[in-house]
């Protein structure tokens, strides 16, 4: 694609895009971050002992969380052990003060799998048919010296921007791949360059999903809310937007131009 047309294109994705951002959160949004907010965090040690137990584990929370969430524990299924931390209280009658003692003991969890019932609250994804776009976005990858690699497992993301290299989820539908694939060269694009001051977690989470937006509108992908969702995870608005935006402009428009034909 030509350069103004890249441009033309660009200006016009970005102004739709920052409506979006002024117009609050999605309920899609709003759903899935009331289940999030359910779901415990759990720690190292404890991450740990659920991978030994279930390598494939996804989402995992006890008995009571399920049956708030409306799914149940399937009848057979074992539990996974972690340990859970027990305050003991022992009343100091004649001191008229308290000591409290922390001990430990296991606990068991469930992962989503074995678990039925009502369908959880899932972010808003990226869907349509990127055709031939997606071998020309890697060939242009490989052309800026960036080496490319599929993974089983990148830790729940579904994409690492590394300095040099990607790698990406290979278990992603085509429409998500390529644009989780524009996310993470734009991570690389403006982000990786050594010498300069980088920005904030906010602005870079910006700056990446706002790229990819544009270029998923300029191969005809239909994104919903999952651009100004996923902006707004990172508390990003329609300022922080503003703020970067010849830095998105150029770096979509050359992403454009590399990868549409004229």
């Known amino acids: 694609m030509k350069a103004e047309q890249a441009r033309k294109l660009t200006a016009q994705a970005l102004t739709q ?10 309920d899609t949004l709003t759903a899935y971050l009331g289940t999030l907010a359910k779901f415990h965090r759990y720690s190292f040690g404890n991450i740990l002992l659920i991978a030994s137990q279930q390598p494939d584990a996804s989402q995992v929370a006890g008995f009571g969380t399920w049956k708030k969430l ?3 524990v399937k009848k057979g299924e074992k539990g996974i052990a972690i340990i859970a ?8 009658v004649e001191d008229g003060d308290k000591d409290s003692t922390l001990r430990f003991k296991a606990a068991y969890v469930f992962d989503i799998s074995q678990t039925d019932g009502e369908n959880l609250p899932e972010f808003s994804s990226v869907s349509g048919n990127p055709n031939g ?7 242009f990858i490989t052309t800026q010296g960036i080496n490319l690699e599929f993974s089983d497992n990148l830790g729940g993301a579904h994409g690492v921007s590394r300095g040099g290299s990607i790698s990406i989820l290979n278990t992603l539908e085509p429409a998500q791949e390529f644009s989780v694939l524009v996310h993470e060269l734009a991570h690389e694009l403006l982000h990786q360059s050594k010498g300069k001051d980088r920005p904030s977690k906010t602005v870079r989470e910006t700056e990446a999903e706002a790229v990819a937006f544009v270029v998923d509108h300029a191969i005809g992908l239909e994104t919903s809310s999952a651009s100004s969702d996923y902006i707004k995870l990172y508390r990003g608005d329609s300022e922080t937007l503003a703020s970067s935006l010849e830095r998105i402009q150029q770096t979509a428009s050359r992403i454009i131009e590399a990868i549409v034909p004229s």
Do not use: T, Y
């Open 70 to 72: 409306n799914r149940f």
């Open 85 to 92: 931390p027990v305050v003991i209280r022992k009343e100091q």
């Open 17 to 26: 895009l920052a409506s979006e951002l002024d117009q609050g959160a999605s």
């Open 133 to 139: 776009h997606a071998d020309h976005l890697k060939a």
